[in-house]
Structure formats: C-alpha cells, structure tokens
C-alpha cells in the first residue's frame, strides 16, 4: 500500500496544471505512483537492484532504471521487478553522471511528473525512506538532500573526511548549508531541472545538481538516513574521482555564479 503522507494532488506544485500528456498505463495523475518518479543508474546491480526497485513500487512511486554497461542480467531483473522503463545509455564511455543526463533528456518529454527521486541501485539508499524525503517537499523544499552523517559511524573513515571536505568545499563557493552535499538520495521539483543537463560524465552529478540549485535560489534542506553499508565494493576510485571533484569544482567556482530568479511553486501550505 502506498504511504505518501498526503494526497496525489496536493503533491502536485498548485501552480502547475494537471495535464495526461505522456502519463504512461502503470502510473495516472490520480494515482500515488503519478506523483514520483524514482531515476536510478545502475551498472552489474542484479544482486540489489530488485530489492530497491520492489520497495520504490511498495512507496507509490514509479521507476526508471538506466543500464550503463551492465554485464550480469541487470536490465533483466529491473524489468520483473517492476520498472515502468529500463533505459540503455548508448555509450560507455560515461559513468554514472552520463547515464543520468541521458534519463533526463528522456525525461524531457514527460510532463506530468511533479517530482523526481535519485536514489543508488546497490542497496545503500531505503525506499521507506522515500516518505521522509516528501514530507520535507510538502513542508516547503524544493530539493531534499539524504544526509547520512548522523549515523556516519558506519561510514568508512576515508570516505567520511573526504565527505565533508567537499561538502564544506561546495557550499563555500555557492552559500549553500547541506551537511551531505554528496549523498545520491535526494528529491526536487520538477521545475528545478527545467533547461539543465550536467556536463560531467562519471560521478560529478551531485555536485552539479547541488550548486545548480543553490544558486538558482532552491529552498534545499537535509534529513537524516541510514549510513547502510553491507560489504558491496565501491565503484569510487578516490584518487581518479577526488580529482574530477576537484575539476568539477574549479568549473563551477570559475563559471558565473548568476542567480537565477525564483519562479518556483509557492512553498507556502502543503502543496508547495
């Protein structure tokens, strides 16, 4: 059974009107799974990806999946667990910011999807923690971020430091406040991915889309998840990927920081 905390339609921003444009024949405006759209890449996740995939359904929310590369059945097994799509990026020669632009050039054509959740494929985001992440955009957010540091004692040492260097980093440059600006679980308006695309190509996504916001004027707020860490092997490599963070940043420190003004859903009541 569904568990948003609220209504289908009041999870729609009020300023937006309700259109059938595209609504696909598991999901409807009038239904929980019309108002969500999780988006999760994925490459050799068939060991996980069902559980997330199953548990995202139990939550109301429909799902896309975008294979980059996988080798063990992965599409497979998104497909039975109930995906509405299963997206193929049509070249390996990206990671996993790659394969999220491809979703959202995708996405592009769908317009009756008021919200959008990433979340990893490999087990270490909850989809009962989907809830959560709502109920802080029904109270006001226009982007929620996961913030895994109060429970970050199962967080390996290196991977906590570096963390919360890049995120105290990040939110130097841009006046944002997120504790967690690189935790991959997070849920936005629609409207903030309104004419962007990341440039990156591997595992820059979150810091793009976290500077994007701020600096379009986002109300960004955090909650608290679980650090759930079961054994699997990272795809990090810290070295490479601490230095196309670095890249990353000098790009978006040099590029003009121009505000861009709100034309976001009012956040006052529960529908904004």
């Known amino acids: 059974m569904p568990v948003f905390p609220e209504s289908p339609a009041s999870l729609a921003p009020r300023q937006l009107p309700r259109r059938r444009h595209g609504?696909?024949?598991?999901?409807?405006?009038?239904?929980?799974?019309?108002?969500?759209?999780?988006?999760?890449?994925?490459?050799?996740?068939?060991?996980?990806?069902?559980?997330?995939?199953?548990?995202c359904r139990r939550q109301g929310a429909r799902v896309w999946v975008?294979?980059?590369?996988?080798?063990?059945?992965?599409?497979?097994?998104?497909l039975a667990a109930g995906a509405s799509r299963v997206l193929t990026c049509p070249s390996r020669l990206g990671g996993k910011t790659a394969a999220l632009r491809f979703a959202l050039?995708?996405?592009?054509?769908?317009?009756?999807?008021?919200?959008?959740?990433?979340?990893?494929?490999?087990?270490?985001?909850?989809?009962d923690d989907l809830p959560l992440l709502l109920a802080a955009g029904l109270?006001?957010?226009?982007?929620?971020?996961?913030?895994?540091?109060?429970?970050?004692?199962?967080?390996?040492?290196?991977?906590?430091w570096t963390n919360r260097l890049m995120s105290a980093f990040l939110n130097t440059i841009c006046g944002g406040a997120a504790p967690d600006t690189q935790c991959g679980y997070r849920l936005l308006r629609r409207e903030?991915?309104?004419?962007?695309?990341?440039?990156?190509?591997?595992?820059?996504?979150?810091?793009?889309?976290?500077?994007?916001?701020?600096?379009?004027?986002?109300?960004?707020?955090?909650?608290?998840?679980?650090?759930?860490?079961?054994?699997?092997?990272?795809?990090?490599?810290?070295?490479?990927?601490?230095l196309r963070f670095a890249l990353c940043a000098a790009r978006l420190l040099l590029a003009p920081a121009r505000r861009v003004p709100r034309a976001l859903p009012s956040s006052n009541g529960p529908g904004g």
């Not at 996988?70 to 497979?76: F, M, N, Q, R, V």
């Not at 592009?108 to 270490?124: H, L, R, S, T, V």
């Open 23 to 55: 609504v696909t024949a598991d999901a409807s405006p009038s239904s929980p799974a019309g108002c969500c759209l999780v988006i999760i890449p994925v490459r050799n996740e068939a060991a996980a990806i069902g559980r997330v995939i199953a548990g």
């Open 66 to 78: 975008v294979d980059n590369g996988s080798t063990d059945g992965t599409p497979a097994v998104a």
């Open 192 to 242: 903030i991915l309104t004419g962007w695309l990341p440039a990156g190509r591997h595992y820059e996504f979150e810091t793009e889309l976290y500077v994007h916001a701020v600096r379009r004027g986002a109300v960004v707020r955090s909650v608290p998840i679980p650090t759930i860490y079961a054994g699997e092997r990272s795809k990090i490599v810290w070295l490479r990927d601490t």
């Open 105 to 127: 050039q995708e996405l592009a054509a769908m317009e009756d999807i008021p919200w959008i959740c990433f979340m990893d494929g490999d087990g270490q985001h909850r989809p």
């Open 139 to 160: 109270d006001g957010a226009d982007v929620v971020v996961g913030n895994r540091f109060p429970s970050a004692g199962r967080m390996p040492f290196a991977r906590f």
